[in-house]
């Protein structure tokens, strides 16, 4: 996969140097610099030496990554593999432009003309701006070694887009049998710089049945949202202690037949990280994604029933961050940067065994 093009540059493959040999580790990692550097796919070996695909991703990613009616602004980057969202992650709400596919939206006290690439599929539900502009903008990269790979991304105001300069550093590293992404975004404009970084993986369920897959989350609170169609914040935050929303015990709580598509907040952290737990015991394996960013405000978490993964998005902000429903006072995780300061979104994913149901021939 190395040599193929997507979005103008080739994938590149990372190759771990140094993966453990007594548990499950990543040892190779697809990352696509010409689709804001998201990952393709990451490849775990488990002790018995079998490998297994921890992502979803469909055989024609390549084609339905090249440009088509349903890739506008990039979407098809947030369906399937891992899209890095940036300079906001989730939905922004604003006012539809009458002659593009565009609305306009108020962002830190100023009115931006975002794409209008997202929104609900019901007759006459409302469209929005969705996950960010560089999902399907090309990165300039390095490799300066088989296991890591980095870019720099000049962004500018995102093409008359977004307030104050930003740029934006990456890094994906596999270590110690572990996935690494770091994102740095830094204001070299002049006005202050509302940031909101995220990632957006579709962790795949080896053992093929979602039902009796568990989530471990430790958080105080959801958004409210509208309807599962439209997705959109009523701006209350509901406590989510006893309800089927309630995954914080120390084994967390299966997923069974409940549809999430959640924004949880109020996160209670671990040794100083968010953390978050997909555990397959039908396929004998887990994984943990933490973050020690500070900024990480919330988690995204989107489950259909129907499928055989889970989507754990790790981000500063709530949804529609600047939206009218918040309360005066509410923060929506948007991180404010002055001119020269910075800000870095940081993520690492482990795998480890849960139960012995995963064998050797599969």
């Not at 689709?35 to 018995?48: D, F, K, N, Y």
């Not at 093409?159 to 975004?185: H, K």
């Amino acid at each position: 996969m190395d040599a193929a093009q997507i979005g103008g540059a080739p994938a590149v493959t990372l190759r771990a140097q140094d993966p453990p040999l007594d548990r499950p580790a990543f040892t190779e990692a697809v990352v696509l610099p010409g689709r804001g550097m998201m990952l393709l796919q990451a490849r775990l070996r488990l002790p018995s030496g079998r490998t297994l695909d921890a992502l979803f991703t469909p055989p024609d990613a390549a084609d339905q990554l090249a440009g088509g009616p349903e890739d506008f602004a990039g979407n098809r980057s947030f369906a399937f593999g891992g899209a890095i969202l940036a300079p906001y992650a989730n939905r922004i709400r604003g006012r539809a432009a009458p002659s593009a596919r565009e609305i306009e939206a108020e962002v830190a006290g100023e009115t931006v003309r975002l794409p209008r690439n997202w929104g609900g599929k019901a007759p006459g539900a409302e469209q929005y701006a969705m996950h960010g502009l560089i999902l399907d903008t090309a990165v300039p990269y390095e490799q300066p070694a088989p296991d890591t790979l980095r870019g720099r991304l000049e962004a500018g105001d995102f093409g008359g887009r977004w307030p104050s300069r930003t740029e934006l550093a990456f890094q994906w590293r596999l270590a110690g049998g572990g996935l690494e992404l770091s994102v740095t975004a830094r204001n070299v404009g002049d006005a202050p710089l509302p940031i909101g970084l995220g990632w957006h993986p579709y962790f795949s369920l080896a053992g093929g049945d979602r039902r009796q897959a568990r989530l471990r989350l430790a958080a105080d609170r959801r958004v409210e949202v509208n309807d599962y169609d439209e997705v959109l914040p009523t701006g209350r935050l509901l406590e989510v202690a006893g309800s089927a929303y309630d995954f914080g015990g120390p084994s967390g709580a299966p997923l069974g037949d409940l549809y999430l598509d959640d924004c949880f907040t109020g996160l209670r952290r671990e040794d100083g990280r968010t953390v978050v737990e997909v555990l397959d015991p039908a396929g004998g394996l887990g994984l943990r994604i933490a973050s020690p960013s500070p900024d990480v405000r919330a988690v995204q978490v989107y489950a259909p029933p129907d499928k055989d993964f889970v989507v754990v998005e790790p981000q500063f902000n709530l949804a529609d961050p600047y939206g009218a429903v918040w309360p005066p006072g509410t923060d929506t995780g948007m991180a404010l940067t002055p001119p020269g300061g910075s800000v870095s979104y940081d993520v690492r994913v482990d795998a480890f065994a849960v139960g012995t149901r995963i064998s050797p021939d599969g």
